[in-house]
């Protein structure tokens, strides 16, 4: 029998158990831990609230959280509960998979002012992280900055434009809905550092902006290269510059139809926040011009005004004591997956914050690889290890308050209860109450 213990139960988390059931089959069991008492990570608190279609994954997780050689242990936080080292005692295979839940931060002055924040705070915010479910963001002014120009800035761009009605049959969380009502915003500026062709938006993503019912976005002309120049681009990109080129013939009578209008800022790299009473005001930006790919400033600088700022400018793992990490990159220092004898990491603890929910299958499935050549060469010892009864005996011997997939349904039946109408949920935001709400 092997034993393997995963590190995180979002997508990452739960294709490598996947693919663990499919090398092993009944040989194996696998334990997918969680510091939360709800499984699903980035699918449940990254993934935005409008996208349910994404969300559905969830449902291939728990087949094979269901299945008898894979369980859940939620609420048990490794690193603090139970160290690596304890793990990998108990286990043939510790894999790290707990994705890059940290914002990368920009390093510029002002950084730290009131209503500025990460993305990872503020998608957390609206999709109801315990951890930043206070955020509190005050939405009374009128121009919202958002850097960045990836698909979580246009998650963020998106939620801030829609109204009520346009969250019907979303999960966003009821604070959010409630604060996001309150909006004064009439301007929202997405700020990119390089061109038209160097976004990172995706064309399904960038074409909803074209369907807002109170939101139209705007860009100038000016800012798009030759057309002729689309044609070198691969065919994702170029049909993102497509949905670009038709946002900049929008004529301009439209928009006295949309109070918010969504602007596209190129060439445009911040280099400081600037405040008063310590709460933002404005964003001082650097004209500059693409060079070799790079963005390189031209010496003019403007400041854009700015009640609120979104930076979206991509994540960072959060370390675990004793596993070595790469600092300037942002994740475990890893080779293909290997970290150190029996300690592997999979999804966006391995290559960083890039590619979608799917590109962590083949992730899976090849860390479980790299795992069965280990184990086939005696590389992970041979054997005897004591896997589930062993943690379970630790679990009880430090007291810890174990949360089982079988908990999460209970949490999960009356999060669906409470849902407002047309809603799937309306999810716990505090962890008090997950761990209560199992009681059924
Ligand atoms: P991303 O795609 O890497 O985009 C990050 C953006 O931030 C880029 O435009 C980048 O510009 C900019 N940036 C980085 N450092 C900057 C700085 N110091 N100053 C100004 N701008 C800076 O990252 P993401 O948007 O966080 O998305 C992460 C991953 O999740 C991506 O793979 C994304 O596709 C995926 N995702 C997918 C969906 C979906 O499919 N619906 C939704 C959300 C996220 P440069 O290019 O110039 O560096």
Redesign the pocket.
């Known amino acids: 029998m092997r034993h393997i213990a995963i590190i995180g139960s979002g997508p990452a988390g739960y294709y490598t158990a996947e693919a663990a059931q499919k090398q092993w089959g009944d040989d194996v069991r696998v334990d997918v831990f969680d510091m939360l008492p709800v499984p699903y990570g980035l699918i449940r608190t990254?993934?935005?609230p409008d996208?349910q279609s994404?969300k559905g994954v969830s449902k291939r997780y728990e087949a094979t959280a269901l299945s008898d050689n894979v369980r859940f242990v939620g609420n048990v936080m490794i690193g603090k509960d139970v160290s690596v080292a304890e793990l990998q005692q108990l286990y043939d295979a510790v894999v790290i998979a707990t994705g890059a839940p940290h914002d990368?931060k920009?390093?510029?002055p002002g950084e730290d002012l009131g209503n500025v924040f990460g993305?990872a705070a503020f998608v957390g915010w609206y999709n109801g992280h315990p951890m930043f479910a206070n955020l509190d963001p005050d939405l009374s002014g009128d121009t919202a900055v958002v850097?960045?120009?990836?698909?979580?800035?246009?998650?963020v761009t998106r939620i801030l434009s829609k109204s009520r009605a346009e969250f019907a049959g979303s999960d966003i969380v009821a604070h959010a809905l409630d604060i996001l009502d309150t909006s004064k915003l009439k301007r929202i500026v997405v700020?990119?550092?390089?061109g038209p062709h160097?976004?990172?938006?995706?064309p399904?993503?960038l074409g909803e902006l074209s369907h807002l019912t109170r939101a139209a976005p705007r860009v100038d002309p000016v800012d798009l290269p030759e057309e002729g120049e689309d044609a070198l681009l691969e065919p994702g990109l170029r049909k993102s510059v497509t949905h670009l080129r038709s946002f900049a013939a929008i004529p301009e009578s439209h928009y006295a139809d949309y109070p918010i209008e969504i602007e596209f800022d190129f060439f445009a790299?911040?280099r400081a926040l600037i405040g008063s009473a310590g709460k933002v005001e404005a964003v001082e930006v650097e004209r500059t011009k693409v060079e070799a790919g790079?963005?390189v400033g031209t010496g003019e600088v403007y400041t854009i005004p700015a009640s609120m700022v979104v930076?979206?400018?991509?994540?960072r793992s959060s370390p675990i004591p004793d596993v070595p990490f790469d600092e300037r990159a942002g994740r475990f220092a890893n080779d293909e997956g290997r970290i150190l004898p029996g300690l592997y990491c999979v999804g966006?603890a391995r290559r960083g914050?890039?590619?979608?929910?799917g590109?962590n299958r083949p992730d899976g499935f090849s860390v479980v690889e790299k795992i069965a050549e280990d184990m086939a060469a005696g590389a992970l010892g041979h054997g005897g290890k004591q896997g589930r009864p062993g943690f379970d005996a630790l679990a009880e011997r430090r007291g810890l308050d174990v949360v089982t997939f079988r908990d999460w349904k209970k949490i999960e039946a009356q999060e669906e209860a409470r849902a407002r109408e047309g809603a799937p949920r309306e999810k716990f935001v505090d962890v008090a109450d997950m761990i209560e709400a199992r009681k059924g």
């Open positions: 990254g993934v935005a996208h994404i990368r920009m390093d510029l993305s850097i960045g120009m990836g698909n979580v800035a246009l998650d700020l990119g550092r390089r160097q976004i990172m938006m995706t399904k993503e790299s911040p790079r963005a930076c979206c400018i991509g994540y966006w914050p890039s590619g979608t929910i590109t």
